[in-house]
Structures are given as C-alpha cells and as structure tokens.
C-alpha cells in the first residue's frame, strides 16, 4: 500500500491532516511517505499514554521484555550485527570534496542522495511512519534548536522521548515556519504482506549521511544509538559543529559538571573523552576526598556560546543518559546505578537475570550463577564469552539522576572555568598536564590520542589521533575545526576563557598491565587540583609538554596507591614523548594545509624542548 495508492487507507486519512501548518514540513513528510510507502503515519505527540502504547507494542513484538525488578523498565537485544555507530558507512556529503577534510569519508551531495532514495523506496512498506518533533537544548532557549526525525523503529521513537525533547509542544513551537533539521531514518526492512517481523528489524547495508550546508541528515539501515537517535551525533555534534563554526560557539563531546569545594567555591568543568573513556563517570563522580561535591549537567555533549560578560556558557541539548553499562557498577558510578533504578530506562545487549532483572560485567562483583545473555543464550560464570555485550547501553531519562545540578533547567547554561581533554593510554600521558595558554591548550585537544573502543565498530585498543574526543563527529574539515578553536581564543578575553587541561586515567604499569591510578572516585583528587591551580594555590612543575603536579600538591591523603606508583602516573618521560612527536607530525601531516601554523608552532616548541 503507498501513500499514492488510489484504495483509502489510514494512510490517506493522516496525511490529509497533519496536525501542523508548518509548510516546509508537511511537504517533506509527505514527499518522504510517498517515497518509503508507510502503511501507516503517527505523529509523535509525546504524552505518556503515547509513549506507554509504544512499549507496549514493542513487548507484543518481541523486541522488549519488561523486566520486574525495575519500575517500567525494559531489556532489548540488536541484532548482532548491529551494535555499534558505523564510522565507515558515515559520510559529511559537503559540497566540496575538501570541505569534508582528510579525517570524513565524503560524497557528492548529488550522487549520495540518489542512493539514499533509491535504499528509501518502499523500505517502510508494511511499517509504521514515525513523525517525531525534538527540540535539542531547551524550548524556552533564545533559538531552539529544532530538529524532526522520521523513523520506522518504535525503538528509536521510545528512545528519542527519552534523550530528547519531543512531540506537540515543540511541534507548536515550530510554528508555521521555523527552522528545523529534517532528519530521515529507515531501519531499510519492509515487510511483505503476510511477513512475520523479526525482533530487531535492520539492513546489511548501512549508511549515516550528513549534509552540512543545507543542515540535513539521512540515516539508513542501523537501529543502534548514534547511527539511528538522529538528534545525538548527528544534530547536535556534527551538524551542530558546522553551526558553530559558521556562527562563532562550539558543539564538543563533553561533559558538564559542577563541583563545589568545602568552602563552598562553585566551579563548572566540561571534559571531552573520546567515546567509552569515561565522559558518564566522571559527570556523576562520588569524590572520595572529603567536602567536596560533584552534580551532574550533562555526560555527552555541550553548546558553548560566549555570554555578556565575555565568559564561555555551556549547555547540555540532550535530556537523557545513553550510557555504556560494562563496567558501571555500586563501586564504580553508584548515581548511575541510583538513576537506572529510578525506572524508565531500555536496556540494549545487556544480560537478563532468571528474576527478571538486567546483568552486566562490572555491575557487581560477583557474577550471577545463571543468566540470559545478550544473544539469548544460557550464560554462566564459566562461559567463555561475556553475557554482555562491550557497547550495551542504559537509555535513561536525565532526571533520574540523583545529583542532577538545578542550573540543568537554565537555557543560558554554566559558565565554564576549565575544560579537560582526556584519552585513554596506557604509556605516555601523564594522569593531568597544564596547558599554558588556550593555544597550547587547543594544541594538547587536536593532537589528543585514544585508544579505540567498542563504541564504535572495528578493531578495539588500537591508539589513534581523536581531536578533542570529536573526530568521528567533526562536520568539516578538521583543520578549519582547529583554526575555529584558536579564533575562539583569539576573540575572547584571555582572562576569561576557560583552563584547559589534559588528563588520562588510564596509564598502566609497564611490569604488571594494572591501571596506574584507581579513577573513578579517586578522579576528583584531580578536579581539586585543577580548582586549585585555577585559584592560583597549587604548584606545578614545568615541563616539555606543560604544567604537571609538584611533588605533594596533588590530594592524596588516605589514598591507597605507593609513591612508586603515583610517580609513574605523573610521569613525563622524555623518550616516550620522543616516540610521540613523530606520531604527531604524521597527523598534521594527514590534515594537511589547513593545520593551523599556530599548532605547527607549538609542535616546534614541543620539539625544542625535547630536545629534537
Ligand atoms: N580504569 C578506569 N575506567 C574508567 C574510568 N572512568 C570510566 N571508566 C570505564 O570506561 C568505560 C566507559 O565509560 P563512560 O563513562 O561510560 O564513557 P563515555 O565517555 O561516557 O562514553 P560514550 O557514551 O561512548 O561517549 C566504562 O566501562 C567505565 O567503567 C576511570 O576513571 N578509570
Ligand atoms: O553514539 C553512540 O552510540 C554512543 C556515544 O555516546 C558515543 O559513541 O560516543
Ligand atoms: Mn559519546
């Protein structure tokens, strides 16, 4: 049945009345449902009865168990070939090639979106049509950022509601005319008419398209996370990204914080760590160190645009958590335990408990003695593979998180003293460096290295370049992303742009493979050195690569690590730095002319003071 045949259908009867006159919508929902060939539209209201009916339907499928032991809570499991974001099938389809850049896979805008339609004819034959109005950020924000995602995966509009704002009031806020980023997903699976569904429809075929200049994207054959929750990656960093650029603030994979220090002092931090490097944990860190205390903002990604008053504001567009769960667990990340009791959540490739209750490695330390896992199977400790898969995640509303900051509900957001880059790396970089200036800073974010992780499909451990934690969702060229971030700095007022530091928690002893430094709680010792170093109370030492802690001005009272150890975490050592220098000009040398001569500058300096 299509949306042109001449037999009537409930089809028919929606599409001639949609319930918006924003004519640039209707046209695109119509032309997109003549295209796909829905058996039926539904327009996301967002109410609760709504959202209740949806999973209800996705339990009837087959696609969601509930689970008894957490409030309107469900489990769900992908199909295993579809777990992860696809960086290879991802592609910013500028207009020019080079607008694009060295580190984006490209496509003539023309030639791709006659592929897109050729994959989108007739891929939601025997589906639903899901028409969901999002609004990333807030809607009372001076310009809200609108976006409408249309999908065929009750999976996607479920998770949507909870990372997002959607449905009629930001349909209303539209208006007859605003702006908005038509954003266009099909898992590619349509159904023959008698066909019996499968729990996790998808496609072999896969592909994540974003056109930067005309701000739309185009996703096709994935149902997973960042492939498919159009108003995440997509929007709000690499459509977003090109947004900034183009209007002077920064959309970063960071987190937001705010910590208090027993005096009292407020300071807010934003970290950026590359996928599955621990971005979540530290926005809901439990400090060990006594008096001080951590709320939460935001544990992916920020806005940044510059205030009056000549400071940086942050702000979080999303308004859930889609949190790694290996490795979250009472000891290591209790707030996000606390929030994913709280109820509400869908639980993707984790195990099932025989109770009715989500497992995963790391949760507890003691696994249990029967589970389902991922793939259905019957697990126990002495299986050989785990029960969960390495990117499983929570979706949970931000809400239930109990050390959720008040200033969350602020548009105008958080103004920012430091930012952290980080990586996960088990030789070279120091637990935390100083940077100099922003400049410096800039230069410690765009040569910023990460081993990989599960969070993306591919080989795992293998270390790369990942700018600012952003390389897969930069929507340009990386070169003209760093010339950006060094014209942040120049145009703003030196005395106000946040510190940035560079920090790794993951550095592991040559001997023995162990994790140098304890992490996790054990993280805020470092945000107090920050703090202080901010307030100009803490020493530092200067070396080749920046400001390191002094011996004795890192907080390590009651902490259960040798000296030995500690030295080793907040090393600087000459020769590995010297192995890393070249690794560095190579990346330059792959970004090409547009690298900055600031950050060549920098890396001569680096060089000089190596001695090289
Ligand atoms: N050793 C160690 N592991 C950590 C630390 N912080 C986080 N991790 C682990 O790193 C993994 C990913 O952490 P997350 O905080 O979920 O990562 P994220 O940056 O939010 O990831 P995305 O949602 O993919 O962007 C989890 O398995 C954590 O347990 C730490 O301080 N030390
Ligand atoms: O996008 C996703 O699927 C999850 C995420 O936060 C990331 O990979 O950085
Ligand atoms: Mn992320």
């Known amino acids: ?33 003549a295209l796909t060939t829905p058996d039926r539209i ?58 694009a850049g060295p580190t984006n896979n490209w496509m003539d805008p023309g030639e791709m979106r006659v592929i897109m339609r050729d994959l989108y004819r007739g891929s939601m034959k025997g589906r639903t049509m899901y028409v969901i109005p999002f609004v990333m950020g ?63 429809p998808c496609n072999d075929t896969k592909y994540i398209v974003q056109f930067p200049e005309s701000r739309e994207i ?65 926005a809901m860190l439990e400090p060990t160190i006594p008096g001080w205390k951590v709320e939460t903002l935001g544990d992916d990604i920020a806005w940044m645009r510059f205030g009056k008053d000549g400071r940086l504001y942050a702000t979080n567009p999303e308004n859930g958590l889609f949190g790694v769960a290996p490795g979250t667990g009472w000891d290591t990340n209790p707030n996000a335990m606390r929030a994913i009791d709280a109820g509400g959540s869908v639980f993707t490739n984790v195990a099932l408990t025989d109770d009715g209750d989500v497992w995963w490695e790391g949760m507890t330390p003691e696994a249990p003695a029967h589970l389902t896992d991922w793939k259905g199977r019957d697990w126990t400790p002495d299986s050989t593979e785990p ?12 809400r ?13 957001g958080v103004p ?51 700018p600012m934690a952003m390389l897969p969702f930069i929507g340009y060229n990386a070169g003209d992303y760093f010339q950006h971030w060094i014209n942040v700095g120049k145009d703003a007022d030196s005395t106000k742009l946040p510190k940035i530091f560079y920090v790794n928690w993951f550095r592991r002893d040559a001997e023995d493979g162990s994790f140098l430094w304890p992490g996790f709680g054990e993280n805020g010792r470092v945000l107090k050195w920050v703090v202080e170093r901010l307030e100009g109370t803490a020493a530092a030492v200067e070396t080749p690569i920046g400001h390191v802690p002094a011996p004795g001005s890192l907080d390590v009272d009651g902490l259960d690590v040798s000296a030995e150890q500690l030295e080793k975490a907040l090393a ?18 792959k970004i090409g002319d547009k690298t900055p001569t600031t950050l060549l500058t920098e890396l001569d300096g680096l060089k000089a003071r190596l001695g090289l």
């Open 218 to 282: 185009q996703s096709f054959g994935s149902g997973y996370g960042g492939n498919a929750l159009l108003g995440k990656k997509c929007y709000s960093l690499r459509i977003a990204s090109v947004m900034a650029r183009d209007e002077g603030w920064l959309a970063e994979h960071m987190l937001i914080l705010k910590l208090t220090s027993p005096q009292g002092t407020v300071n807010y931090i934003a970290a950026a760590f590359p996928s599955a490097c621990g971005k979540t944990n530290l």
């Open 42 to 99: 539904h327009w996301i209201t967002g109410t609760p009865e709504e959202h209740q009916a949806l999973l209800d339907e996705l339990v009837a499928a087959g696609t969601f168990t509930k689970l008894d032991k957490k409030p309107n809570s469900y489990w769900c499991a992908s199909d295993p070939t579809d777990v992860a974001r696809v960086e290879d099938r991802t592609f910013i389809c500028s207009v020019d090639e080079e607008d």
């Open 387 to 398: 029960s969960s898969h390495p990117n499983s995640r929570f979706c949970t509303p931000i």
């Open 400 to 412: 239930n998180c109990p050390i959720l900051a008040e200033e969350y509900d602020d548009p105008q």
């Open 138 to 200: 807030h809607l009372d924000a001076e310009k809200p950022m609108f976006g409408v995602e249309i999908t065929d995966s009750p999976y996607v509009v479920v998770s949507m509601n909870v990372m997002a704002r959607t449905g009629t009031k930001v349909l209303e806020a539209l208006g007859t005319d605003a702006d908005f980023v038509p954003a266009m997903h099909s898992i590619g699976a349509p159904l023959e008419p008698g066909q019996a569904d499968v729990a996790w």
């Open 572 to 589: 600087v050592d000459p020769e590995e730095w010297k192995a890393e220098v070249p690794l560095i000009q190579e990346w330059f040398d």
């Open 1 to 33: 049945m299509t949306a042109l045949d001449e037999t009537p259908t409930e089809l028919d009867t929606v599409t001639t009345t949609h319930p918006t006159s924003h004519a640039k919508l209707i046209a695109w929902v119509d032309e997109m449902a």
């Open 416 to 466: 920012i003293s430091a930012i952290l880059f980080g990586g996960r790396r088990k030789t070279t970089i120091p637990l935390v460096t100083e940077s100099r200036d922003w400049t410096h800073g800039t230069f410690m974010g765009a040569t910023l290295s990460s081993e990989t992780t599960a969070a993306a499909v591919g080989a795992v451990g293998v270390v790369r370049r990942d």
